[in-house]
């Protein structure tokens, strides 16, 4: 049995495939296997893992026709014959001692998940660019260097990078789970039930992987996939609740379901995909409307959140859902903007008073000769 | 016999009701007498007015089984002594010296009717609002001491208004002259053909360029209506036709009777809109021309145009929801283009002083003074 799996989905990538493999093989840390899926790719994708199959034994290789990553991935996952198991996506590419240095640390903790970071670069210019959410800030703060459970942490846990790859997982603990098929933001619910599961995890603050971003792939251009976002969250939330922490976490839950859906919406720029979207919105808001009104949590959520979900009950188009919660931050914002006026208005009168009243002070006009004087010889500060 | 009679109709007003009474108690002049007439109230509200009766003989209250504001005023009018009339609602303010300017108006101006300026109370807050009837606008230069006016002068003012009983007070010898200044009891918006025969019948009307009363807006206890009122609207509007038909004014207010029925009706109409409800308004308001109508201001004539353009509820609903929600948010936007600008003017003038406190206090004269003020200071806390 291998240490380490890396599971490899692939799918026209031939651009950049050769570097992602390189990266993997040239390790410093060996005793691996490569489980390559060539999700049905129409380009040199094939030709490519072939050439690397005959070159590397380590390399396994599965063809199958086009079902998408979810699918891809959780075949690889059933091919696994390593104790731990990691993720990369085909165009990017590790660090090559990231192996080494993690699972050194995985092996020496007896960890069930070790979560890395990730580090952006831009395809064309390959210029670097951290991303907060990778780096982990708020969540650093509580657990620092020690390993850590998703009880620790609490509700932020939530807000943590929830990609697949990034993390080295232990087998045996995921060996059961799947992504879900056909939807996008695949690794939202998998990641959260991975978090239940994990008894000991840890964060190692360093970048390990670098993420290619593409102007054209996959979280670019899936506008009209938008709407699994709102799947996404009922099936995060039932998750919660399979583990015994939904009345824990119920109001985050709510929380982040409603702020993302209407994100999500106000990104959407055609018409047609934001009225889909909004309808397939509408429909389960609709659907859940007597269970969050019935429930303590739903009215600790901020107004503005209540506000937008009774907003999508309401009205029936997209374009009314728009202006209205387009209005209702415009209010608020002007609103604001209002108190922070008048504030400042008292300030400068303040500041007006104390001003004249320097000015007219017996220090200042015992020493206006002084300046009278300065003034005449040019000096500047009187 | 009193010189005032004031008739106030409470309903459940529990909540604002002992500063109304106050308002009245603390009023300058003196010589009148208040009219409660508890219209089947369910909370506190007859305590109340029994316990104010008890400790001031002006105050006299009825009750009555609920049957509306319109038969609790009649009551009063029935009671009621005074030469003078003043209806008031039972959660709203009065400033001290209401009656007396009032008073003092109607005597020296001989008139039937005294008009004056109202505001609004949003959140405990008396805020000087554009007034309902701004006659200090319509008749710029005019000594309302002595000066009088009557409907022909004011002719926008009789059906194109607000109707609100409050904004009145009254000479009752008008009410005398004619058999049916009563507040009908079997409609609701009672108050508008009231208004209307109030304004078309005084010969002699007046005005107190001060705001004297203020009316509560975010009272959830207020007379709102459900859904069955709104429907009432057209047997209002056939009462106000048959009421100016009958007194030979409908030619002559042809054209404001036009917009009487389109804003009564647009109004009225809220959401959800059915369909009956639609095709009374499509009825009521076939044949009218609103480009030909010049008294429509032009933004709401767009809100008209949309009713014509549509045949059914449902649209119309979409239509004019989509329409009011954007015109809203071009005036949040322009008002945020100002706050923004404001904004910005008001850092930089808070800056500029910043500076120049700084430049005096960082100045050779200052800091050459420094012992002086010291001394100076020791010497004042001694």
Request: charged content about 30%; proline content about 2%.
């Amino acid at each position: 049995m291998v240490k380490l799996s890396v599971i490899v989905p692939c799918y026209n990538v031939e651009k950049y495939l050769s570097e992602c493999l390189d990266s993997i093989l040239n390790q410093t840390f060996e005793d691996i296997e490569i489980i390559c899926i060539n999700d049905g790719s129409t380009d040199n994708t094939q030709d490519i893992l072939d050439s690397y199959l005959k070159k590397d034994k380590r390399i396994k290789v599965i063809s199958q026709h086009n079902q998408g990553l979810s699918m891809a991935r959780n075949v690889g996952l059933k091919n696994v014959t390593g104790e731990y198991v990691t993720f990369i996506d085909s165009d990017d590419y590790f660090e090559l001692t990231a192996f080494e240095e993690t699972l050194k640390i995985v092996e020496e903790k007896s960890l069930d998940l070790l979560i890395f970071k990730l580090i952006n670069f831009d395809a064309d210019t390959f210029e670097k660019q951290e991303k907060d959410y990778y780096e982990m800030n708020c969540i650093k703060e509580i657990i620092g260097d020690s390993v850590f459970n998703q009880e620790d942490i609490g509700e932020k846990f939530y807000y943590m990078p929830v990609t697949a790859p990034g993390k080295i997982y232990r087998y045996e603990m995921i060996k059961d789970m799947e992504f879900p098929v056909g939807m996008i933001f695949e690794d939202n619910p998998f990641f959260v039930e991975v978090m239940f599961r994990a008894k000991r995890a840890y964060f190692y603050d360093k970048h390990l992987y670098l993420r290619r971003v593409r102007f054209d792939s996959i979280t670019n251009s899936a506008y009209s996939k938008f709407y699994h976002m709102i799947r996404i969250h009922n099936m995060i939330i039932d998750i919660t609740r399979k583990y015994g922490y939904f009345e824990k976490y119920q109001t985050r839950l709510y929380r982040r379901k409603i702020s993302q859906i209407h994100w999500y919406f106000t990104l959407i720029d055609d018409e047609d995909d934001k009225e889909f979207y909004y309808q397939k919105m509408r429909e389960d808001y609709k659907k859940c409307d007597d269970e969050y009104k019935s429930s303590e949590a739903f009215y600790k959520l901020p107004r503005r959140l209540q506000n937008f979900f009774n907003f999508a009950i309401e009205y029936e188009s997209h374009e009314e859902y728009r202006l209205k919660t387009e209005n209702y931050d415009l209010f608020y914002s002007n609103y604001d903007l209002s108190k922070e006026n008048k504030k400042l208005k008292r300030e400068i009168n303040a500041l007006k008073d104390l001003n004249r009243n320097l000015l007219n002070s017996k220090s200042w006009k015992l020493t206006e000769p002084l300046r009278k004087l300065n003034r005449k010889g040019g000096s500047k500060n009187g | 016999m009193v010189e005032i009679s004031i008739i106030m109709p409470v309903y459940n007003s529990q909540d604002h009701l002992k500063d109304t009474l106050d308002y009245i108690l603390n009023q300058t002049f003196d010589d009148f007498e208040l009219i409660c007439v508890n219209d089947g109230s369910g909370d506190d509200s007859l305590e109340i007015l029994n316990d104010y009766s008890f400790k001031d003989s002006r105050i006299k209250v009825f009750s009555q089984e609920n049957k509306g504001q319109g038969s609790a005023r009649n009551k009063g009018l029935e009671h009621c002594t005074g030469k003078y009339v003043y209806f008031m609602d039972s959660d709203d303010c009065i400033i001290p010296k209401f009656l007396e300017l009032v008073h003092d108006n109607i005597k020296n101006n001989s008139s039937e009717i005294v008009m004056f300026k109202t505001g609004n109370i949003e959140s405990g807050n008396k805020i000087d609002t554009p007034p309902l009837f701004p006659f200090d606008e319509v008749f710029k230069d005019a000594d309302f001491n002595d000066f009088t006016f009557d409907y022909t002068n004011v002719r926008k003012y009789v059906l194109n208004s607000s109707f609100a009983p409050w904004t009145k007070f009254y000479k009752k010898e008008l009410f005398d002259r004619y058999d049916d200044f009563k507040f009908n009891e079997k409609l609701p918006y009672e108050d508008v053909l009231f208004h209307i025969k109030s304004m078309l019948r005084a010969t002699r009307i007046s005005f107190v360029p001060e705001y004297l009363y203020y009316y509560r807006i975010d009272n959830p206890n207020s007379s709102s209506f459900n859904y069955e009122s709104h429907i009432k609207i057209f047997d209002v509007i056939d009462e106000v036709e048959e009421f100016l038909k009958k007194e030979n004014y409908l030619n002559d207010f042809e054209k404001e009777f036009e917009f009487f029925k389109l804003r009564q009706i647009t109004y009225h109409m809220i959401t959800p809109i059915n369909e009956e409800h639609f095709k009374l308004a499509k009825q009521y308001l076939n044949g009218i021309d609103i480009a030909k109508n010049d008294l429509i201001p032009d933004y709401q004539r767009k809100e008209y145009q949309i009713f014509y353009e549509n045949d059914a509820a449902k649209t119309y609903e979409r239509e004019i929801n989509l329409y009011l929600l954007q015109r809203e948010q071009d005036e949040l936007k322009e008002k945020n283009s100002m706050l923004e600008l404001e904004n910005s003017r008001l850092k930089h003038e808070k800056n500029e002083l910043e500076s120049k406190k700084e430049e005096i206090l960082s100045s050779r004269s200052w800091k050459l003074t420094k012992v002086f003020r010291s001394t100076f200071n020791l010497f004042r806390r001694n």
